[in-house]
T-cell receptor, first 117, second 116 residues
Framework: GAVVSQHPSRVICKSGTSVKIECRSL??????MFWYRQFPKQSLMLMAT?????????EQGVEKDKFLINHASLTLSTLTVTSAHPEDSSFYIC?????????????FGDGTRLSIL | AQTVTQSQPEMSVQEAETVTLSCTYD???????LFWYKQPPSRQMILVIR??????QNATENRFSVNFQKAAKSFSLKISDSQLGDAAMYFC?????????????FGTGTRLQVTL
């Protein structure tokens, strides 16, 4: 089946640090990748949608200069949390969809737990 | 905008019994997809079952089945012969059928406990 690898699984760093999270589709080409944020005991909230080779589309209220998304290839998207602060601590999950058609399922990575001290 | 509502924050079921999780949604679209995802403590999102809105037949996957009522905008999940491994957060999700990749809108989730 389709596998999405997300790395790292856990990050603990100091306030002010920039953190990069990678999302890779291992056995399929992901034309579209999605980045979600999940607070404890809450649902997943979409942050942005990225298509290979184009700028990401951010959801309302998400700072694009804070959360930089790059989707440079059909198998890799990255989310960089710039100058992270404690309020950025959260669980971040990516998903990938291949084929470019809405009937294709989204496959999720295992998530990244980000803790900013 | 579409919304997804899960009115049961927590549910409990005994092992081997059947449980139904509720989900309602609001949309003005006629073509869309509905999903149930399971999120165990490991936090990985696992697709349980999906339903295309244009299909009248309810989707089934082994012990999991749905009751899709399009007119009522209801999409409940039934888990039969519950197992300890079914314990998890369950999220109902909606996705538009735009012809291209589109985002998922999730409900707030239902935490399912399975007891002996």
């Amino acid at each position: 089946g389709a596998v999405v690898s997300q790395h790292p699984s856990r990050v603990i760093c100091k306030s002010g640090t920039s953190v990069k999270i990678e999302c890779r589709s291992l056995d399929f080409q992901a034309t579209t990748m999605f980045w979600y944020r999940q607070f404890p005991k809450q649902s997943l909230m979409l942050m942005a949608t990225s298509n290979e080779g184009s700028k990401a589309t951010y959801e309302q209220g998400v700072e694009k200069d804070k959360f930089l998304i790059n989707h440079a290839s059909l198998t890799l998207s990255t989310l960089t949390v710039t100058s992270a602060h404690p309020e950025d601590s959260s669980f971040y999950i990516c998903s990938a969809q291949g084929g470019g058609y809405s009937n294709q399922p989204q496959h999720f990575g295992d998530g990244t737990r980000l803790s900013i001290l | 905008a579409q919304t997804v509502t899960q009115s049961q924050p927590e549910m409990s079921v005994q092992e081997a019994e059947t449980v139904t999780l509720s989900c309602t949604y609001d949309t003005s679209e006629s073509d869309y997809y509905l999903f149930w995802y399971k999120q165990p403590p490991s936090r990985q999102m696992i697709l349980v079952i999906r339903q295309e809105a244009y299909k009248q037949q309810n989707a089934t996957e082994n012990r999991f089945s749905v009751n899709f009522q399009k007119a009522a905008k209801s999409f409940s999940l039934k888990i039969s012969d519950s197992q300890l491994g079914d314990a998890a957060m369950y999220f109902c999700a909606y996705r538009s059928d735009t012809g291209t990749a589109s985002k998922l809108t999730f409900g707030t989730g239902t935490r399912l406990q399975v007891t002996l």
